[in-house]
């Protein structure tokens, strides 16, 4: 008997964590997709937002963003600075592009394991500039509308001879 209400606590317990988990959102250090510009520049003042020249309801905002102002998956990285770009369409924040040092990827990812759950894993080849092929590892978050993408190689950086970035890409699909 005692046996079975412990199993049943620790069943009801797990689901509990993995709704939980799975129902919260997929914002980045309190930065939720969807908001409007007005709001994010409220409270994170250190974006600065232009209209795209060439697509008029396309505006991007960009900032040093310290990671330790607000908590969440890069909160350990006291001192750092992550250079960070918004795009907003018909003002919806609808993707966060993160450009990051490869060389961290593994720890990286374990930071956003920890903090929103196990993702799906992908693998693609890519192709650089001078013709060398990689294995490039993608992790995959989904909750709904939302996604987080995070490939191990940017691979449009890599084309053009660049190898020391990774790439983190917040989505909201609509």
């Given at each position: 008997m005692k046996y079975k209400i412990t199993s049943t606590v620790f069943i009801t317990l797990f689901i509990f964590i993995n709704t939980a988990v799975a129902a919260s959102n997929l914002s980045f250090h309190g930065i939720n997709l969807g908001v409007d510009e007005e709001t994010l520049t409220e409270n994170y003042p250190e974006f600065a937002c232009n209209t795209d020249s060439k697509n008029p309801e396309l505006r991007r905002c960009h900032a040093k963003f310290d990671p330790t102002s607000q908590s969440g998956v890069f909160e350990k990285l006291r001192g750092s600075k992550l250079n960070i770009t918004l795009t907003f369409v018909n003002d919806k924040l609808v993707n966060i592009n993160i450009p990051f040092y490869r060389a961290l990827f593994k720890p990286t990812a374990q930071f956003f394991t920890d903090h929103y759950g196990r993702p799906k894993l992908a693998h693609e080849k890519v192709v650089g500039k001078q013709g060398k092929s990689l294995n490039n590892s993608i992790l995959?978050?989904?909750?709904?509308?939302?996604?987080?993408?995070?490939?191990?190689?940017?691979?449009?950086?890599?084309a053009n001879g660049n190898y020391e970035y990774s790439r983190i890409l917040?989505?909201?699909?609509e």
């Open positions: 995959i978050w989904k909750r709904g509308k939302e996604s987080i993408v995070y490939w191990e190689i940017d691979k449009n950086r890599y917040f989505l909201l699909k």
